[in-house]
């Protein structure tokens, strides 16, 4: 009789093995695993607040009291929308958002989500930092209050050509990992958390001619993206406010503008004097080149957020805080991969003299370190629109 209790134990627990291998195989689709353990460092009676990004923006996967030390998610449902919404990719990456608030402070992390090499456990210590709450209705939840995007055309590359100048411009993306910044306002300051990546580059060329008096735009279709979310703590409430790039187009486009003198720059790039060049009277020799691989970009973001703040969408404080922190969106990829490079070269006549203006801008989501932005000026000394300007050089038509 007992050997056979045990004979019978062992074929109960080779079932129950045979059927947790099954289920585990119809949840991950016979892949890798979707499951993620987040483990939770002095963060016991802390409100929590788990969000994971979809193709079609955040959604609340979980709200309520830290009580214990871990938590268990199932990214399968994530993994399947992403799967679907890009096949020809094998889906992409995701954003795992997880905020947490106590005592009038919050402490906010984000962690990539790659299908390919899922991490197994997240490990999170809080770093808490305050934040504005208001009195509210009861209950403990999370809700998103609004979401807009837009898709824009943004200059990847300006060159304005003041004088006689021609040229040929070329930009292409390296096969890399393209990142795009994640922005979080929490009532007080913006800051980023984490990175998007609409896709992998294909190596896409664009080469359009520079023509003489002439501002060319290289540009490209970019998706900005607006949540605003409502977090609710039993009585008390505040505001997330979410800026990032869910999608872009394949390729580049190009256009230009012939009137020079009214050319603007994006907001908050400077114009700086790099050089000045003198071209040789060797016909071969005509030219002066610019080649370079890119690290990390600056974009136009402000136009976005003032166009939403108009309409009532983004809040004003939210919009002020941006302008006074001269907020971009930052290209970059954080394989240290460059993902963009770009060759300019100019022409002219032999024994013109020229000089070269390059855009920067400072950003104060980098602490005010530079970023790149791709703005030139080409302009001719002594010569603007084929007239002869006053002094010894070239006055100004290059905007600043």
């Not at 020809?88 to 919050?106: D, P």
């Not at 209950?139 to 050509?161: D, H, K, M, T």
């Amino acid at each position: 009789m007992v050997g056979m209790d045990k004979r019978l134990v062992t074929v109960v627990l080779l079932a129950i093995l045979l059927i947790s291998a099954a289920i585990f195989h119809i949840d991950t689709g016979g892949l890798k695993p979707t499951w993620v353990t987040v483990e939770l460092k002095d963060a016991k009676d802390a409100f929590i607040f788990i969000k994971v990004l979809y193709p079609d923006g955040f959604r609340g996967i979980y709200s309520g009291r830290v009580k214990w030390d871990t938590i268990m998610l199932n990214l399968r449902d994530v993994k399947m929308a992403w799967e679907a919404q890009h096949p020809e990719e094998h889906g992409t990456t995701s954003l795992l958002m997880i905020t947490l608030v106590k005592n009038g402070s919050a402490s906010f992390h984000t962690f990539t989500v790659d299908w390919s090499k899922l991490p197994a456990r997240i490990v999170i210590t809080p770093r808490y930092r305050t934040v504005t709450l208001e009195s509210g209705e009861t209950g403990i939840y999370q809700s998103r209050v609004a979401l807009e995007e837009r898709n824009v055309s943004v200059p990847f590359v300006q060159v304005i050509v003041a004088g006689e100048s021609y040229g040929i411009v070329d930009i292409g993306e390296i096969p890399a990992s393209m990142a795009f910044r994640v922005y979080l306002f929490d009532g007080l300051n913006w800051s980023s958390i984490g990175h998007t990546y609409p896709g992998v580059g294909n190596g896409m060329v664009c080469n359009p001619m520079l023509e003489p008096n002439s501002t060319l735009f290289i540009e490209r279709y970019v998706t900005y993206r607006y949540e605003r979310w409502k977090i609710s703590l039993d009585g008390q409430f505040f505001y997330e406010e979410y800026i990032y790039v869910p999608r872009m187009s394949r390729g580049f486009h190009h256009g230009w503008a012939y009137d020079v003198e009214k050319t603007t720059t994006p907001p908050g790039v400077k114009l700086e004097l790099v050089g000045q060049f003198k071209l040789s009277q060797n016909p071969l020799l005509r030219y002066y080149d610019i080649t370079e691989e890119v690290d990390r970009l600056g974009l136009e973001l402000l136009p976005f957020l003032e166009e939403l703040a108009s309409e009532g969408v983004v809040s004003r404080t939210a919009l002020e805080s941006a302008r006074d922190m001269n907020l971009m969106m930052i290209l970059e990829s954080p394989s240290n991969k460059p993902p963009l490079w770009f060759s300019i070269t100019v022409f002219g006549r032999g024994g013109r003299e020229y000089s070269v203006f390059r855009g920067h801008v400072s950003t104060g989501i980098l602490n005010g370190e530079d970023v790149e932005v791709l703005v030139f000026c080409f302009a001719e000394n002594g010569v603007v629109n084929g007239t002869q300007t006053s002094g010894n050089g070239w006055d100004g038509v290059c905007p600043s």
